[in-house]
């Protein structure tokens, strides 16, 4: 159970840490450039969910 | 298709969609419009940066790129665009010199710059202490100048502070007490 707590916490971080950058970094985009992003961060996820869910998560 | 081959095919993809906003980041921060100055100033060459602009302080305080001049020295002026985009930008560039809210002196007119795409154009002009017309200094006093540079919409302040120059040692030591007379006998 503690370590499912650890990895949960570690993956939090992460999330964090990446969100963090992301937030810094966009405000050098131009538009369409946040568009673009926005556009692949959504397939990225719509994907990513695809392939849990062939996994059978 | 195997369930195997379609879910990897999903992982593929949504590496492929992470490495598009990665190759996004960095092709976005190369495009674009960016001016260098370069100020050469007691025998030093400043470089100004485009960064410097987009710092929170600076866009806040407006303040401007401070630098220290000696009295009686003019000063070079090296303005660059660098047009990283795929259409040729024409911009007018003008350059006025300010001190207590009102234009001095004009050190560049208004000219037109235009600047084939991927390439780089440079605008130079110098400040020249003699235009300012400025009188002998009070010891100890300095004198500021804001220099606007216009380029379109946007705006650049560099702030100019001429300072006189003064002597390490003074050249007569003056005496600090009155000379000692030797008492009557």
């Known amino acids: 159970m503690r370590i499912y707590i650890l990895y949960g916490f570690g993956v939090l971080l992460c999330i964090s840490g990446v969100g963090y950058l992301a937030v810094e970094y966009i405000k050098y985009l131009s538009e369409p450039g946040k568009l673009a992003c926005l556009a692949l961060t959504t397939a990225m996820f719509a994907l990513f969910g695809k392939y849990f869910d062939e996994r059978g998560w | ?185």
């Open chain 2, 1 to 185: 298709m195997t369930a195997k081959n379609r879910s990897s095919l999903y992982l593929y993809l949504a590496l492929v969609c992470f490495a598009g906003i990665l190759a996004i980041f960095v092709v976005d921060g190369y495009l674009g419009i960016y001016d260098t100055l370069y100020i050469t100033v007691q025998e030093r060459e400043q470089v100004i940066e485009p960064d410097y602009w987009d710092q929170r302080w600076v866009k806040e305080s407006y303040e401007g790129y401070s630098l220290g001049a000696r009295w009686g020295e003019s000063i070079p002026f090296r303005y660059q665009i660098d047009n990283r985009s795929f259409s040729t930008y024409s911009v007018d560039v003008e350059v006025s010199v300010w001190r207590g809210g009102q234009k001095v002196i004009v050190p560049l007119d208004k000219i037109e710059v235009s600047v084939a795409p991927f390439k780089k154009a440079i605008v130079e002009w110098t400040l020249r202490f003699e235009d300012l017309e400025e009188t002998s200094p009070v010891s100890g006093e300095y004198r500021e100048y804001t220099v606007r540079i216009r380029r379109g919409e946007i705006e650049r302040k560099i702030i100019v502070s001429y300072y006189p120059e003064s002597p390490v040692y003074p050249e007569k030591v003056p005496p600090l007490s009155v000379p000692v007379t030797e008492p009557a006998r």
